[in-house]
């Protein structure tokens, strides 16, 4: 029976095993495991390919967010808007900073809604952090003004979204500064845990990079008491070799994505159209559908490989019961969402054959 995986990060090592291989053998003999080179060019390449000044390597995208929240020293109690359909790491990274996350709904490109965030602002909040969910870019340019206005600062949670535009500019280059994850099934993934925080402000990057080196300046100078959280040398590597890729590898996922959504058209699957002016990273594919959860059982009989990003949405996590929220869209959206599969590892054929499943279903 034909077989329709979700990820494959098999498939795409051995697309460029030869220079994976070399790199990690290299890294292996120069024995440069912690800081050196390798993360020093990969710093320097990524933030070239976004078109940002300084990239900091981390150990993964959620200490990402976490020292970079911490850097900006906001006074205890205050408060930072954010998605309530988001990874955790969003939410939680405020929380270990002491702050309190306050949850705004989202509009029908799975992006934070403007409009909740006006519902939701208070005295105490102090940063609006969007997050580019499923590789589609949040709209910048309202929320820069309105954080303009109120003076706030703006945090891109940019995990899921290497590569995509806005406006023809990168994501993750907008706000004061954009955390990335390197979690392996990103689309620039490590073969471990990895992250970054990208910024153009040389006193910020300064001291997330002193944060996550036991707040040092020199080997044995600490100025305060830091952490440890870096990216090392091996995924450094891994991930400049992949950085070539990258573009090639979102190229294919947006014509996969234009074919999905070529054969939906006018169809009971909800998916929404992008405006002209941004490109999706297409980190997942995803549609919205009545009988979510019928549906996600009969393709896997099918042998088609889902997922649900994410079931629930944070202000129904326990973990986050007592925070205040906005987030009617959201939840609707909880019930309906269904990943399709989607990576380089596909083909024409085979969003094909999954799209005639899914309206086979219908
Ligand atoms: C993956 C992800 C993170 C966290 O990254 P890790 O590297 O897994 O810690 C944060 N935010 C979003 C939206 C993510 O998808």
């Known amino acids: 029976m034909k077989k329709i995986k979700f990820l494959d990060l098999n498939k795409q090592y ?22 050196g080179e390798f993360v020093e060019n990969f710093e320097k390449e990524f933030a070239s390919y976004l078109g940002v000044d300084f990239c900091v390597g981390l150990g ?31 939410a939680e990274a405020v ?36 997050v580019h969910l499923y590789g589609i870019p949040a709209d910048m340019n309202e929320i820069l003004n309105f954080a303009k206005e109120n003076n706030l600062k703006v945090i891109e949670d940019s995990a ?42 040389k006193i910020l990057a300064q001291k997330v990079r002193m944060i996550a080196n036991h707040g040092r300046k020199e080997k044995y100078e600490h100025l305060f008491s830091g952490r440890n959280s870096r990216l090392d040398g091996l995924q450094a590597g891994i991930l400049s070799v992949k950085l070539k890729y990258l ?33 999706s990273a297409r980190h997942l594919f995803v549609v919205s559908v009545e009988k979510r959860d019928e549906l996600k059982k009969y ?31 959201a939840d609707n959206f909880s019930l309906k969402l269904l990943s399709l599969p989607m990576g380089d590892h596909l083909e024409i054929g085979d969003v094909e054959f999954v799209t005639e499943k899914v309206l086979n279903f219908f």
């Not at 900006?72 to 988001?86: A, H, Q, R, W, Y």
């Not at 190229?251 to 994505?257: A, D, I, T, V």
């Not at 999905?260 to 929404?272: K, Q």
Request: charged fraction near 20%.
């Open 14 to 35: 051995l697309s460029i095993k030869s220079e994976i291989d070399d790199k990690i053998g290299e890294v292996i003999s120069k024995s440069a495991f912690i800081g």
């Open 60 to 90: 993964n995208g959620t200490d990402a967010l976490e020292i970079l929240i911490s850097a900006f020293d906001f006074p205890k109690g205050s408060e930072i808007i954010l998605p309530v359909n988001t990874f955790s790491a969003t």
């Open 95 to 130: 929380v270990s900073n002491g702050l309190i996350p306050v949850f705004a709904d989202c509009n029908d490109f799975f992006s934070i809604d403007l409009s909740s965030i006006k519902k939701v602002i208070s005295k105490k909040t102090v940063a609006i952090i969007p």
């Open 160 to 201: 899921q979204a290497h590569g995509a535009t806005y406006f023809g500019k990168k994501t993750g280059t907008f706000g004061d500064a954009s955390i990335f994850s390197f979690y392996p099934g990103k689309n620039l993934g490590a073969f471990g845990d990895g992250g970054a925080v990208v910024t153009n402000d």
């Open 247 to 279: 573009d090639f590898w979102i190229k294919k996922r947006n014509l996969l994505s234009k074919k999905y959504e070529e054969l939906f058209e006018n169809s009971n699957v909800f998916f929404p159209k992008i405006p002209e002016n941004r490109i």
């Open 299 to 329: 393709l896997t009989q099918e042998g088609i490989q889902t997922g649900i990003h994410y079931p629930k949405i944070l202000s129904k996590q326990q973990a986050f019961f007592n925070y205040k929220a906005d987030f009617k869209n």
